[in-house]
């Protein structure tokens, strides 16, 4: 078996005096969409913000296309090829769409093809190239945001909970995008609360409880297994069906 | 489609420039005609008014980036205004011919020497105090209050030990001295209006920096959001490095013009214009360039005009105009959104 693209082995997260994630074992294949899904508080957002160095693990190692990435800080993580796209979005309102999307783009120069491509993704990104990005809608918020981790190639895209509290239209847009984004080949771990979002978009699932992975697997037979969802995800599944 | 209509709305709406503060600041001027009673009088308080908004702009613009991007309180900005001046002195000292000289041409070079020899020690300087004072307390603002007053008075001692404890006189170049007449009974002193020129120099040159290069784009990322911008991949404390050291060249720069300005060098010069800074930061919004232009000249105005109409509400009048300006906006004239 080919060594996953990134590794987590036994990672521990303090936050202050708080021991948040509690020996988190997580591997993500090369290629598709790996989804996370655990209950509200969890973990999962610690996980990625550990993943890209905002907080320190302070046990265990990650390791990201073949080198240990624990202990090196954000920008050096970010620059080996890791795009995150946060849960509060954390667009820059003050900075145009066009500006947000130049400044995410390292080399400095937005490649057109892509940008192209963005557009056909997110039509109002288009639309609104020229304005602050604090005065989009939520949902254009989320769309640029994920825009920014796009604009460039990268190896690893971290997403966290991109569907939360947009409206059904939205959401379903959302998702049809991120499937072109798979079929473009991008490898994706994505936080997922929306189960139905996660089950059409997932190839892995690995599921979190208590700062610990309890379960990792092949999402077809999460989806098969019904017995197992109830086990693992509880009420949330029959909210989300 | 009626979807879409909402949206373009929404986002015009959010795109505009907020000028209230800016006609608050034209309102608060022309309100003061009145009151002073003669408009002859009011023009030369107005005109002293923008060239001291103007120099307490260039000396603050610096520091309100410094906090803004990361969340640094430099009381040792304050020295860097008299490390200034006195840098321009050793300057000024073996030119003196060129201050008393009738060429225009002398008197600019040596103003302009001046202003690039105290920039570039203040540069200098600002980069060492970063590495020493700034640098180990990151993140702790109590610490930070008390190294970086410590850093302040150190330096002030070191003046002293080399320039001595008294008040040094300097003279303005021969060709600044004095007024130009507009019509019978208005006079505006020549110095003032170069101040105010410098200022808008330094404000244009900000503007064109932080609006039109990347790392311009970095910086006004950084203060909505320093974390995010490392998220992207860029090294913010090397940024941060850059702003503090331009931040310290201004405070440099501020300190030669208001050195002039006053015609006299004290040691403690710039702790007098610090609080008068941290003001404009807090009213303008932190990490606001514009805010702090605004902030800047709004000060100086209401300093000026009470200082004639009433002297003894001048002492208070700036504290009171912060209380207002945070009672009707908690975050500053323009605020900085922090995602
Ligand atoms: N900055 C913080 N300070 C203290 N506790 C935190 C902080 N961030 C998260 N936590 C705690 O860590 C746990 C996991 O949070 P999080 O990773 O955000 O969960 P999830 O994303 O799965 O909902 C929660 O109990 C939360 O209260
Ligand atoms: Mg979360």
Redesign the pocket.
Known sequence: MPEPLLSLDGVHTH??R?H?LQGVDLAVPRGGFTVLL??????????L?TIMGMWKASKGSIRFAGNDVTARPTPQIASAGIAYVP?NMSIFAGLTVRENLVLAARSGEIDPKRLEWIFSLFPALQRFFGLAAGALSGGQKQMLSIARALIEPRELILV??PTKGLAPAIVSNMIRAFREVKNAGATVLL?EQNFMAARMLGDTVAV?DD?RIVHQGLMAELAADHALQHRLLGLHLDKHQ | MTDRTAEKEEVRAGAAIDWTPILLTVAVALAAIPLVGSFSTWVTLTVAALAMGMMIFIMASGLTLVFGLMDVINFGHGVFISVGAYMGLLVLWPLAGWVDSSSVFLNVAVLLLCIAFAMAATGLFGLAFERVIVRPVYGQHLKQILVTMGGLIVVEQLLYAFFGGNPITIALPQSFRGGLAFGPDIVVERYRLIAVAVGVVVFLGMLLVLNRTRIGLLVRAGVENAEMVEALGYNIRRLFIGVFVAGSALAGLGGVMWGFYQQTLTVGMGLQVLVLIFIVVIIGGLGSIGGCLIGSLLVALIANYTAFIEPKIALVSNIGLMLAVLLWRPQGLYPVTKS
């Open positions: 936050i202050g708080y948040i655990g209950r509200n508080g969890a973990g999962k957002t610690t996980t913000r849960e966290d909970e936080v979190m700062g």
